[in-house]
């Protein structure tokens, strides 16, 4: 509710786990400072209900849910009643920066959750910076004055933030806390600093892949140059020749697929196989299937076109030229 008085808004995402299940019981997306509901828990006990289940695992919701009730507070148990036009306007896009919004969804959530002594059922998924604010777990004292430098450095005072981790070894770092000052860097151009948070500049390319946008990838190519960071923005940019032509690339399956979709956009189904062979990626195997089921439709198409006189058979030919364009549309999407 404070949220809502300083007129803000922080989207989270959240799971909520029991040991007695494989699976998270429930994923769920929580705006703090909309008008969804009052807080987070009168968001999980409105909508963890509606999802359909089975007996077994309704069993254990249920349980869970009577478990929350009895640990959460009466203050936070209250309905309201928000007419459509009241809620927050849809279109709304945080003007935070990307480490920022990362930060300050682990931050809203973790005050949150510890507030109603829930800390144990949740671990927060946001993006890139996985669910490791629970690893600030050493001391109250401890967990406090971190959420605290985060939060000043969410409100403009980055000096703490900088001095906190000046001193500290990247191998004490956990991997939240990493990958937040590798944000940190990145979105100011410190590849250089940066770089000294990973192994190897091959991994850093992987982070800024991940995290980041394109223009970041290239300013960090741009000064540290890699083979993975040239095979990287050569696909996105479409330019499937110097793909192909890279070499010593650190060579994972998602990679191995982007190069044999390379070789197909320049028909070259030879070389798409020979990627399979050398890495035996089923999802190689199941986009180079693909690729000639579309080209086999094509051809196909083109025959009974090239069969139809142009003037008796427009109709026809507009269908199969409809049904042509589809197909290749599938073959481009590869």
């Known amino acids: 509710m404070d949220m809502r008085d ?17 699976e998270e019981m429930y994923e769920g997306r929580f705006t703090f400072g ?25 069993r254990i919701r249920l349980g869970f849910l009577e478990d ?24 709304y ?28 059922f949740f671990i927060l998924q946001l993006s890139s910076v996985s669910a490791e604010m629970q690893e600030v777990t050493n001391t109250k004292e401890t967990q406090e004055a ?3 430098t985060y939060q000043d450095a969410l409100m403009g005072d980055e000096q703490e933030l900088l001095d906190y981790y000046k001193d500290k070894d990247p191998a004490d770092l956990s991997t939240q806390e990493r990958n937040i000052y590798a944000s940190f860097l990145a979105d100011k151009d410190q590849f250089q600093q ?3 948070l990973f192994d190897n500049k091959a991994t850093a390319v992987e982070f800024i ?32 020749e110097k793909v192909i032509q890279t070499d010593n690339v650190d060579m994972t399956n998602r990679r191995s697929e982007m190069l044999a979709k390379a070789y197909l956009h320049q028909d070259d189904v030879e070389g798409a196989e020979q990627v399979y062979q050398n890495h035996q990626n089923d999802a190689v195997r199941e986009t180079i299937d693909t690729y000639q089921e579309n080209q086999s439709t094509i051809d196909d198409l083109n025959s009974q076109i090239d069969d ?4 008796e058979d427009a109709d026809k030919i507009e269908e199969l030229e409809q049904d042509k364009e589809e197909a290749q549309q599938q073959q481009d999407d590869l």
Do not use: C
């Open 68 to 91: 929350m009730d009895a640990l959460v507070e009466e203050q936070y148990k209250f309905e309201e009643q928000i007419s459509p036009n009241e809620n927050v306007d849809a279109n």
């Open 209 to 240: 892949r991940l995290n980041k946008n394109t223009d970041t990838l290239n300013a960090y190519h741009d000064a540290f140059p890699t083979d993975e960071g040239a095979f990287e923005l050569a696909y996105q940019n479409g330019n499937y």
């Open 308 to 311: 139809l006189d142009e003037d």
């Open 194 to 196: 940066m770089n000294k």
């Open 146 to 148: 971190k959420v605290s």
């Open 6 to 22: 300083q007129n803000k808004t922080i989207p989270a995402y959240f799971y909520v786990l029991d040991d007695d299940l494989n």
């Open 34 to 58: 909309s008008k969804q509901a009052p807080n987070l828990f009168m968001h999980i006990k409105k909508n963890l209900p509606k999802i359909r289940t089975s007996k077994e695992k309704e």
């Open 93 to 120: 896009v945080s003007r935070l920066k990307r480490w920022q919004r990362k930060t300050v969804y682990g931050v809203a959530a973790f005050f949150v959750l510890t507030s109603i002594g829930l800390f144990s």
